[in-house]
């Protein structure tokens, strides 16, 4: 059964430092998601991406994160210069282009900002 | 604004016995809701859906959960629990209406199925 994957599954990083979250989405998918959960908090929606652009962003979704679709396989979540704050375990997500379709996540990314 | 409540942390219950987790919504145009569960040190998974047609959706796993509008409440259900099936279950919820595509998540509630 095809899956979302993502790597790493877990990044420890400084702050300050750039993180780059990588997502392997259902290949014949053609809508993607990040989601971020902090610990003890609800999931929370970060981007929807569509024929290589932003869908929509929440407002969590500010300057310092980008998405993009390098080749035909990866999409990848940048955060330019992390903070304590970004400290969450974060979601990748893929559907297909019809509206109803499920939303199917990968295993995550535990990122730990110190 | 759209919403969701998951009014219980935590459900135990016996083997064998029924369960139930609780879900209410709040979405200005149809909703779309969903089911998921997320077992320890893995990703979500999907359950079961409700976009249309009958109330009452059979999912994986022999879960199956009933769409109830006028209580706004998508409450899963299963007759006869597993210990297998404890896990953490997260409900959400999306406008049908719109084109915007974010599931709006309830904070989970922990199903613990005792032996």
């Known amino acids: 059964e095809p899956e979302v994957t993502q790597t790493p599954s877990h990044q420890v990083t400084q702050m300050g430092q750039e993180v780059i979250l990588r997502c392997v989405p259902i290949?014949?998918?053609?809508?993607f998601y990040w989601y971020r959960q902090i610990l003890g908090q609800k999931v929370e929606f970060l981007v929807s991406f569509y024929n290589n652009e932003i869908s929509e962003k929440s407002e969590i979704f500010d300057d310092q994160f980008s998405v993009e679709r390098p080749d035909g396989s990866n999409f990848t979540l940048k955060i330019r210069s992390t903070k304590l704050e970004d400290s969450a375990m974060y979601f990748c997500?893929?559907?297909?282009?019809?509206?109803?379709?499920?939303?199917?996540f990968g295993p995550g990314t535990r990122l730990t900002v110190l | 604004a759209q919403s969701v409540a998951q009014p219980e942390d935590q459900v135990n219950v016996a083997e064998g016995n029924p369960l139930t987790v609780k879900c209410t919504y709040s979405?200005?145009?149809?909703?779309?809701l969903f089911w998921y569960v997320q077992y320890p040190n893995r990703g979500l998974q999907f359950l079961l859906k409700y976009i249309t047609g009958d109330n009452l959706v059979k999912g994986s796993y022999g879960f199956e959960a009933e769409f109830n509008k006028s209580q706004t409440s998508f409450h899963l259900k299963k007759p006869s629990a597993l210990v297998s099936d404890s896990a953490l279950y997260f409900c959400?919820?999306?406008?049908?209406?719109?084109?915007?595509?974010?599931?709006?998540w309830g904070l989970g509630t922990s199903l613990a199925v005792n032996p």
């Open positions: 997500a893929s559907s297909e282009l019809i509206s109803t379709d499920t939303q199917y």
């Open positions: 290949s014949n998918h053609l809508y």
């Open positions: 959400a919820v999306r406008d049908g209406a719109g084109n915007n595509r974010k599931l709006i």
């Open positions: 979405v200005s145009g149809n909703p779309y």
